[in-house]
């Protein structure tokens, strides 16, 4: 296992290049990364602590900050310690500058803004908490997504990530013995998606679950006969309404939601 250290700098708060640095890093096996975040990097004096640290433990530096006279300080330091050092913007927003013919203000932060996808955003976050696990389901309607899905299929951390990309999106539990809400089958504007999962790895996971709340495994919940039932009942029913089904037994969140995100975009496609 080859172990080595990472500082992420940035001028605001980081999730930019932390991101990147994260989606590149799963590129390769067999690596053992130990992150050290630098967050609004704004004055030559958090580039000279930057640089002690650097000098004292190594590593490789990636960064994401727009003050030329700070990007020099950061590079020559890295320089004298014969330091990689990498600009994460530079090369896109170049390119970018080119092909549009002009320039781009060096604001730092400017992606966080709060402009109106912004507050987009956040009515999308508070919707998502607002009908979480069934609640409010008086105005579904009003929702983008709505996510069905058996206990444990991922329904509530994949809203509140739609929630983040700026889609209104509510859950809501398919449990044995209780009814669904009839405001569902009464929707027009929303995508109902239905999210299944394998029943092993679902029992799996029901399991840990049980353990960390400290209850009595002995029960249906994690009975493979009656989790088969469960899920094979939520497929009937979104076979019945011809809703699109996702199996999230190996996916993750991102992947599971990026999919949601194509059928929505091709959803509102057709209906424009």
Same mark, same amino acid.
């Given at each position: 296992?080859?172990?080595?250290?990472?500082?992420?700098?940035?001028?605001?708060?980081?999730?930019?290049?932390?991101?990147?640095?994260?989606?590149?890093?799963?590129?390769?096996?067999?690596?053992?990364?130990?992150?050290?975040?630098?967050?609004?990097?704004?004055?030559?004096?958090?580039?000279?602590?930057?640089?002690?640290?650097?000098?004292?433990?190594?590593?490789?530096?990636?960064?994401?900050?727009?003050?030329?006279?700070?990007?020099?300080?950061?590079?020559?330091?890295?320089?004298?310690?014969?330091?990689?050092?990498?600009?994460?913007?530079?090369?896109?927003?170049?390119?970018?500058?080119?092909?549009?013919?002009?320039?781009?203000?060096?604001?730092?932060?400017?992606?966080?803004?709060?402009?109106?996808?912004?507050?987009?955003?956040?009515?999308?976050?508070?919707?998502?908490?607002?009908?979480?696990?069934?609640?409010?389901?008086?105005?579904?309607?009003?929702?983008?997504?709505?996510?069905?899905? +058996? *206990? /444990?299929? !991922?329904?509530?951390? %994949?809203?509140?990530?739609?929630?983040?990309?700026?889609?209104?999106?509510?859950? #809501?539990?398919?449990?044995?013995?209780?009814?669904?809400?009839?405001?569902?089958?009464?929707?027009?504007?929303?995508?109902?998606?239905?999210?299944?999962?394998?029943?092993?790895?679902?029992?799996?996971?029901?399991?840990?679950?049980?353990?960390?709340?400290?209850?009595?495994?002995?029960?249906?919940?994690?009975?493979?006969?009656?989790?088969?039932?469960?899920?094979?009942?939520?497929?009937?029913?979104?076979?019945?309404?011809?809703?699109?089904?996702?199996? +999230? *037994? /190996?996916? !993750?969140?991102?992947? %599971?939601?990026?999919?949601?995100?194509?059928?929505?975009?091709?959803?509102?496609? #057709?209906?424009?």
């Amino acid at each position: 296992m080859q172990k080595f250290h990472l500082h992420l700098v940035s001028d605001a708060t980081g999730e930019t290049v932390r991101h990147v640095a994260r989606a590149c890093l799963v590129q390769f096996e067999n690596v053992e990364t130990e992150e050290h975040m630098w967050t609004m990097v704004r004055t030559e004096q958090h580039i000279h602590n930057l640089i002690k640290a650097v000098k004292s433990i190594g590593g490789f530096v990636i960064y994401t900050l727009v003050n030329k006279e700070i990007c020099k300080v950061l590079e020559e330091g890295c320089a004298n310690l014969n330091i990689a050092c990498i600009s994460l913007l530079d090369p896109i927003t170049a390119a970018l500058g080119a092909v549009l013919g002009t320039g781009h203000g060096a604001q730092p932060g400017r992606q966080h803004v709060m402009d109106a996808e912004y507050f987009s955003r956040i009515e999308a976050m508070q919707f998502a908490l607002a009908h979480d696990d069934g609640q409010s389901a008086w105005d579904l309607e009003e929702a983008d997504v709505i996510l069905l899905g +058996v *206990s /444990r299929t !991922s329904k509530t951390p %994949t809203s509140i990530y739609l929630a983040n990309r700026g889609l209104k999106t509510a859950n #809501i539990p398919i449990v044995p013995g209780c009814p669904i809400p009839e405001e569902l089958f009464e929707v027009e504007r929303p995508l109902v998606v239905g999210l299944t999962k394998d029943p092993k790895r679902l029992i799996e996971i029901r399991r840990q679950r049980l353990k960390l709340i400290d209850q009595d495994e002995n029960t249906d919940y994690v009975n493979l006969e009656m989790v088969s039932k469960e899920i094979n009942d939520a497929r009937r029913l979104y076979s019945k309404q011809n809703w699109p089904v996702i199996n +999230v *037994s /190996r996916k !993750s969140i991102e992947e %599971t939601a990026a999919t949601i995100i194509q059928l929505h975009t091709q959803r509102t496609e #057709i209906h424009d």
